[in-house]
């Protein structure tokens, strides 16, 4: 028998809705819980929401209980989530990690959970999951999200420590290799986003939710409403690029989206990232190469050329300078191209 447990409201009280296929001996247990009520309307049977009815839940169905577990996602959280203007995929990645974490702690209220669990479920993650810290960084973000936004808590960093990441210079093609690999999306649409990447610096998350107007070609820029918004800004739109884009406008005729798969669907990133991939397969180019890392050439090779890192940091939409300062690692620029300002005085 498998019964679920999912938070519900009737009458503005908390309750705990228990869904299950029909059984009389299920049901005869359930009606020896105090507080229990049948909704017709729903046609669910409800208990309490406290921790003590749900454990006197686990005892009665003791024997013939599978599953019994209370993982729902509150609403509270979601309607966080969409007051903060996070976006849906953003959303959707919270809400799995936090999922994750309720699991854990199936008999527990998410709001009774306390900071000593959180740090032990954080130790499980790395010591018996062993969790990359990039997973680690998402599920502690999750959790994070609910103390402060929802419960209005604050969590000290000793409950939900953040991984060290280990500093890593990032990975960037040269600008033959770019050449070679961009020569070979043959596809208009596939082309105009891909170029969108090592053109702007912009991300596949960042380009599927442009719309026509954010393009303006009198200026020559292009507008990149923040899923946050609070991180507006503009990029420089490349003349290569507004060429291809003139095409694909006349070709494509976009509706609400930039990049549709179908009127008013946005593209897929997927579909965007294999038409990449296809591409670097086809050139021919060894060396690792994935739209982040094209996205890297991008910084990389503004330094390169003198672009003041500011610009550049503006340009990703980075808060912090040393964010952006990560790809001075990889830069070819050394202290024997710099020029000493003596060596420039006539004495």
């Known amino acids: 028998m498998q019964i679920e447990l999912k938070e519900c409201s009737i009458k503005d009280e908390k309750r705990i809705a228990l869904i299950f296929k029909y059984d009389r001996e299920v049901i005869d247990l359930i009606k020896q819980i105090e507080g229990r009520k049948w909704s017709v309307n729903d046609k669910f049977w409800h208990i309490p929401y406290q921790e003590e009815v749900i454990q006197k839940l686990n005892k009665q ?10 993982s729902e996602v509150p609403a509270e959280y979601i309607d966080a989530l969409v007051r903060e203007d996070y976006n ?3 959303i959707k ?10 699991k854990h702690y ?3 209220k998410p709001a009774d959970i306390t900071p000593d669990q959180i740090r032990k479920y954080i130790v499980y993650l790395v010591e018996e999951k062993k969790c990359s810290p990039s997973y680690q960084n998402n599920a502690i973000t999750a959790i994070r999200f609910y103390y402060t936004k929802v ?4 969590l000290d960093d000793y409950y939900a420590p953040r991984p060290h990441r280990p500093k890593s210079t990032p990975k960037v093609l040269n600008e033959h290799e770019v050449a070679t690999i961009l020569k ?10 891909i170029f969108l990447v090592y053109s702007a610096g912009l991300s596949p998350s960042e380009i599927i939710y442009l719309k026509p107007e954010h393009i303006d070609s009198k200026a020559m820029k292009i507008f990149i409403s923040s899923a946050k918004g609070d991180k507006d800004r503009y990029v ?16 494509y005729k976009p509706k609400m989206w930039l990049f549709e798969s179908n009127p008013g669907k946005q593209y897929s990133k997927r579909k965007l990232q294999k038409a990449f991939q296809t591409a670097v397969k086809r050139s021919g180019i060894k060396k690792t190469a994935t739209l982040t890392i094209l996205k890297n ?12 890192i500011r610009y550049i940091q503006k340009m990703l939409g980075h808060k912090q300078t040393k964010t952006t300062m990560k790809y001075l690692k990889a830069s070819k620029k050394d202290i024997k191209a710099i020029t000493s300002p003596l060596d420039n005085l006539e004495i």
């Open 151 to 154: 419960l209005d808590r604050e």
């Open 61 to 70: 169905f003791k024997d013939k209980l599978e599953f019994v577990e209370y």
């Open 106 to 108: 199936p008999n527990t």
């Open 236 to 251: 420089v739109l490349a003349e290569k690029l507004l060429v291809f884009l003139q095409k694909y406008f006349k070709q």
């Open 88 to 90: 849906e995929s953003t």
């Open 297 to 308: 050439s991008f910084a990389v090779h503004l330094i390169e050329k003198g672009v003041d």
């Open 184 to 193: 070979y999306v043959t596809n208009l649409r596939d082309k105009c986003m």
């Open 93 to 102: 990645t919270y809400s799995q990690n936090f999922r994750k974490f309720l």
